[in-house]
């Protein structure tokens, strides 16, 4: 069941656990400061407000249990009593992090860390010099010289073509 529950989370980016609170993935946009690109942040937090999206949930996991939505229902209550009757209890969610009960306490524990994955990017601008200015140049002078030498000899082709026919 916990794995259909990560699952669910990756895919939806949050998930509601009647008892517990919302899991909801926050995601910080990357940002321009002082010359350097800031990495997004996204971060995991528990929202002890439970939305209601039952219906979405239970649907997803009577889809993938293979069973109606009653019976998905049921388990997903079940799973949930095991872990709330429970005086003190920890739950591996996935990779990410874990929740601990402690009474009627529950705490999230994330282990998922963003800055594994982005990084800040401090662009290393710097001017021209003069040797790479005339290497352009010269590429340059390069392409127009080979037109103008293709288009002479393009039209001489064809001078000498009309020329005996």
Known sequence: ???????????????SLP??????????????????LIAPNEYIQLDHKNFDQSNILIKYLADELDVNQEEANKQFIKFLETIL??????????????????????????????????????????LANDDNSESKNSKEYGWLIWSILISVISIALIIYKNISH
């Open 85 to 126: 009757s429970q005086q003190i209890a920890s739950l591996n969610f996935g990779n990410l992090g874990t929740f601990h009960k402690n009474g009627a306490k529950i705490t999230w524990n994330s282990i998922y860390k963003s800055d594994d994955y982005f990084n800040n990017i401090a662009p290393n601008l710097y």
């Open 19 to 36: 008892g517990i609170g919302t899991l909801q993935l926050t995601k910080n946009e990357s940002f321009w400061d002082d010359g350097k």
């Open 1 to 15: 069941m916990i794995n259909l529950l990560v699952q669910f989370f990756i895919n939806n980016g949050h998930i």
